[in-house]
């Protein structure tokens, strides 16, 4: 059978272009170290790598809005365990008061100890933090937790102003974790506080003035409520910050699994890729130099 010169020759090209563009694929495949350079290489391998990436841009976020959470939390226990020395120191100075062997003398030398601890404990109610958002205003993070009115009467200066809304962060799949506090309440343990420290300035008064007494009485109560209230978030925030450790080693856990399974089926085998381009080299040298001799025969050849 006879082949055209033309056919011989658009045959051998087509054949050189293909073991060329195959060549080049691997050549890129080999820079790249990626096994797939299109999802047509292989579509199947290419959906299960698209579905591995996503998973693993999830856990990535959840593990970031934990690391986040974790840092808020603690700032947050750091302000409130604060607070919680402040009141502490509060009771312990109202017991002293509620002795009945002090003098006018003692009682009114109290007040500046008490004031401070109020002004304390205000101010970190109203602590902001780097953006200068409030802290402990619930969802209202541009409105003071606690506000202070000096035209109100005593007993009624202090205000809660913020709100016990919940913000929320997702932290797993269908998981949430509560990433705000409120400071609901202190409000009333200030307004006992500035009470006491208006009974202990007035001329006078003696551990047995019944004004000085009650109002004694109810801010230690007061503070008894506030210390439990507090104790109750900071306790909230250990064991909060316990299941964000949990989850974490899950989520790296689940992270290593998907990096493991984007390795081995998105990864290129060298050796195995070494030898086909090996293969490519010598069948494309082959094809040429079968080219060349084919190119220079003809009929004088074989006379």
Known sequence: MRIATS???????????????????????????KKLQVPSDDPVTA????????????????????????????????????????ITQSHDLLVWAADASNTGDDLKSMTTSMTSLRDSIFYAANEKDQEGRYIFSGTLTNTQAISYDASAPVGARYTFTGNTNQQKS?????????????????????????????????PGITPATPSL???????????????????????????????MET?????????????????????????EAATELNGYNLALQASYKAYSKITNLSLFNVL
């Open 7 to 33: 056919q011989f020759q658009a045959t051998m090209n087509r054949g050189l272009q293909d073991n060329q563009s195959a060549l080049a694929s691997l050549t890129a495949r080999m820079a790249s170290g």
């Open 213 to 243: 007494r009650a109002a004694v009485m109810a801010n230690m109560d007061g503070a008894s409520a506030a210390l439990d209230a507090i104790a109750s978030k900071i306790a909230d925030f250990g064991g909060a910050q316990n299941v």
């Open 247 to 271: 989850l974490d080693g899950n989520h790296a856990n689940v992270s290593l699994s998907n990096k493991t399974a984007l390795l081995d089926l998105g990864s290129l085998d060298m050796g």
């Open 170 to 202: 997702v932290v797993g799949n269908g998981i949430t974790q509560t990433v705000n506090v409120d400071v609901s309440g202190l409000e009333a343990l200030l307004n006992q506080m500035d009470t006491t420290i208006n009974e202990l300035q007035q």
């Open 47 to 86: 959906v299960r790598l698209s579905r591995l990436t996503r998973e693993e841009a999830i856990v990535g976020q959840y593990r970031d809005n934990i690391a986040a959470i974790k840092i808020r939390l603690s700032t947050n226990e750091t302000y409130l365990q604060s607070m919680v020395n402040d």
